[in-house]
T-cell receptor
Framework: GQNIDQPTEMTATEGAIVQINCTYQ??????LFWYQQHAGEAPTFLSY????GLEEKGRFSSFLSRSKGYSYLLLKELQMKDSASYLC?????????FGAGTILRVKS | SQTIHQWPATLVQPVGSPLSLECTVE??????LYWYRQAAGRGLQLLFY??????ISSEVPQNLSASRPQDRQFILSSKKLLLSDSGFYLC?????????FGEGSWLTVV
């Protein structure tokens, strides 16, 4: 299979930093994506990693280790509006497979 | 710029009734198009993808079908809906291997 594992839920405080991990099966790997999905809305694209290392985009950063089959999404200076589900998705060939998502709750 | 639209946004259908969800993409040609479904509290499941007119690949056996009558039009259909077809349906297209989603359609089968 192409199991993509990420925690079901996380809670963090406004202004803090949170790291959401994702592990995946490495065979056939072609790239990894992170999406943000607010309740009742479609997912929106956050980041794309295909090479090892850290990609930074404002308050959000995404890291990839292809040999370990591991990625994380780092959110800094958390805001209440960051409360959402964060989806890790892996491109196998030309098929994008999604994890179940991590629900992040930001509390004041 | 490229945009993607799908409709209707919400619908409530009785069991056994037909379904048609439509998706169109603007601002690009020959896109790869996708239909995903997200059941309540679950991840996105790829249902169909298409790399061109009339070319449809089905990912899971189910009560649904898809068609691509025009380059930028993708239609999801069912002849007889089941209760288990309820969910959030998302059309998507890709550019440089990144997938972008439409607004989504909420389907409730009653």
């Amino acid at each position: 299979g192409q199991n993509i594992d990420q925690p079901t839920e996380m809670t963090a405080t406004e202004g803090a930093i949170v790291q959401i991990n994702c592990t995946y099966q490495t065979s056939g790997f072609n790239g990894l994506f992170w999406y943000q999905q607010h309740a009742g809305e479609a997912p929106t694209f956050l980041s794309y990693n295909v090479l090892d290392g850290l990609e930074e985009k404002g308050r959000f950063s995404s890291f990839l280790s292809r040999s370990k089959g591991y990625s994380y999404l780092l959110l800094k200076e958390l805001q209440m509006k960051d409360s959402a589900s964060y989806l890790c998705a892996v491109l196998y060939g030309n098929k994008l497979v999604f994890g179940a998502g991590t629900i992040l709750r930001v509390k004041s | 710029s490229q945009t993607i639209h799908q409709w209707p946004a919400t619908l409530v259908q009785p069991v056994g009734s037909p379904l048609s969800l439509e998706c169109t993409v603007e601002g690009t040609s020959n896109p790869n198009l996708y239909w995903y479904r997200q059941a309540a509290g679950r991840g996105l499941q790829l249902l169909f993808y298409s790399v061109g007119i009339g070319q449809i690949s089905s990912e899971v056996p189910q009560n649904l079908s898809a068609s691509r009558p025009q380059d930028r039009q993708f239609i999801l259909s069912s002849k007889k809906l089941l209760l288990s077809d309820s969910g959030f349906y998302l059309c998507a297209w890709d550019q440089r291997a990144t997938i972008y989603f439409g607004e989504g359609s909420w389907l409730t089968v009653v």
